[in-house]
């Protein structure tokens, strides 16, 4: 360590890192030496019965060879560079990033649940369907629909999903319409979605205060529009209350509503999507329903939709029979056909189905006062240093700004220095409406003592921004490797030494 990094031991009452014990680690390729070897079995004196010589690969060109404690020890060491909700507060906004009860990921080791086969025909997998069944019920009750497809494998796939069933129902009303209604504060994948399924995008500009209008609504909706997709409450944490307004002048114009349920763990049990006038909505089961999530998944994305929908849910569809069998069915005309292999992503919807039953109806409510306090106290805490994105009442996240931040010290310095305090950074630059966004969510299993600790560091880096900027300009200094050149890495990754 150089002086000038020493200068730095940042001294904030909690954080979870220490320094001196950072585990550097060089990539496998470089602790390669020739002729290591990870396990060396005396020579056989037997005959050696090797596969036919067309299975056996060609030597690969550079395949580090290391014994079997250096092949351990990186994968250990790199393993203890993993940051998850295992090891601390992830205030990720946007995401969820719940704390995984270990029951729910108990049950899913069952070996019954998780040895079974997808081909394993309904008659031997009778209590996977059912569980199924039961959770598409529980899931349909929750958020007021009147049917549920499990197979989409993550969020986006839902709202693929959601909008091909958008387009059957006006291809069968006969006109499949040309746009969808899409508000500034929307996620990424809710355009590509509409897009993929053939849809012209309009934007729609949302208020000063961030929420929609239904007077912005009205002026663009029209016979040509097929639907509105809309996040409630929106990506900067705010109930759109203009929903149900909104859902009767798209409805009046033939057109039909869907709904982000990405930020669903602000309403559990309070209010329901499906009472709102929103026709297709999907969930994700690994954001408000338990789950580890992050690098991509798995994930598993439902999608609820009102009766009028019903008939064009993808294949096949869980029924029970009347002697309380269940069945996969593929016989669904107007089915938007299948969109998976075989049913989704099982152990997520195990995953889920536990945290349900485990919580009961009185839990999830609570899920979600807790979610919606925790973001209020953080917001509260933090109001009087950083400035809030948009005025409106926040539910379950929080949207600040790196506005009135002295000059050069941006969100993305606020982020990197966080990590020197030893916390997780929340999501940045998202939504995109807001500019420097620094978007916060604890979710309900935080404790108080961990929000302080969070919110002391942030208040801490506010203050070192107008006494010491250099601090957020070198952060982070505590890790084992520094600021990455994001472009660069983005543009020319190098994956091999
Ligand atoms: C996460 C998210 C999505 C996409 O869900 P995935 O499961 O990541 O595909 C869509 N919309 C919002 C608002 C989200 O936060």
């Known amino acids: 360590m150089t002086a000038s990094e020493v200068k730095n031991t940042g001294s ?4 979870i890192a220490v320094r001196g014990l950072a585990l550097r680690e060089k990539l496998i390729f470089e602790h390669s030496r020739a002729g290591r070897c ?10 050696q019965a090797l596969p036919p010589a067309e299975l056996l690969r060609e030597e690969i060109d550079g395949f580090p060879e290391v014994s079997e404690v250096e092949v351990t020890r990186h994968f250990t060491r790199l393993s203890s560079w993993n940051y998850g909700v295992d090891s601390g507060i992830y205030p990720l906004g946007s995401c969820t990033m719940k704390y995984n009860p270990k029951a729910a990921e108990a049950a899913t080791r069952i070996e019954g649940l998780a040895n079974l086969h997808p081909q394993t025909p309904p008659k031997l997998s009778q ?3 059912k569980l ?17 497809t499990l197979s989409p494998a993550a969020g986006a796939h839902g709202e693929l999903t959601g909008m091909m069933m958008v387009r059957a129902y006006h291809e069968h009303m006969g006109n499949v319409r040309r746009k969808v209604l899409i508000p500034d504060t929307a996620h990424g994948t809710n355009p590509a979605s509409a897009a993929l399924c053939g849809y012209e995008v309009v934007q729609l500009a949302t208020e000063e205060d961030g929420h929609l209008s239904a007077e912005t609504v009205k002026a663009a909706m029209d016979e040509q529009t097929a639907a509105i997709m809309i996040t409630n409450p929106n990506t900067l944490g705010l109930f759109e209350g203009e929903i149900a307004a909104i859902a009767e002048i798209v409805h009046e114009r033939g057109g039909l509503v869907y709904c982000d349920g990405a930020n669903l763990n602000a309403l559990l049990g309070i209010a329901r999507p499906g009472d709102m006038g929103v026709d297709v909505m999907h969930f994700n089961l690994h954001k408000t329903f338990a789950t580890p999530h992050g690098g991509g998944g798995p994930g598993s994305g439902p999608v609820g939709v009102s009766a009028r929908l019903e008939p064009f849910l993808p294949v096949p569809r869980i029924r029970r029979t009347p002697d309380n069998r269940y069945v996969l069915d593929d016989k669904a005309p107007e089915s938007i056909g299948r969109v998976r292999a075989f049913y989704g992503n099982f ?3 195990v995953r889920a189905y536990v945290y349900l039953r485990l919580l009961g109806a009185q839990g999830l409510k609570n899920v979600s006062e807790m979610a919606v306090l925790n973001a209020n106290y953080i917001r509260a ?3 009087p240093n950083y400035v809030i994105a948009r005025r409106g009442r926040s539910l379950h996240e929080v949207v600040f700004s790196d506005e009135g931040f002295p000059d050069g010290c941006h969100t993305l310095d606020i ?3 966080l990590i020197d305090l030893g916390f997780h950074p929340p999501t940045v630059y998202f939504p995109l409406i807001v500019k420097g966004a620094l978007m916060i969510e604890p979710t309900e299993t935080e404790s108080k003592e961990s929000l302080d600790e969070f919110c002391d560091a942030l208040l801490q880096i506010a203050e070192e921004a107008r006494k010491d ?5 070198e952060a982070p200094q505590h890790t084992p490797v520094r600021r990455l050149d994001e472009v660069q890495a983005a543009r020319k990754p190098v994956l091999k030494a």
């Open 127 to 129: 209590g996977a369907l």
């Open 381 to 383: 805490r933090l109001e």
């Open 347 to 349: 152990s997520i919807m």
């Open 38 to 47: 990870g396990i060396c079995p005396p020579e056989a004196d037997v005959p």
């Open 469 to 473: 900027p250099e601090l957020l300009h």
């Open 12 to 15: 904030v009452a909690g954080g």
């Open 415 to 417: 982020a990197k220095r």
């Open 132 to 148: 199924m069944y039961h959770l598409a019920e529980l899931l349909g009750e929750i958020a007021g629909f009147k049917a549920i």
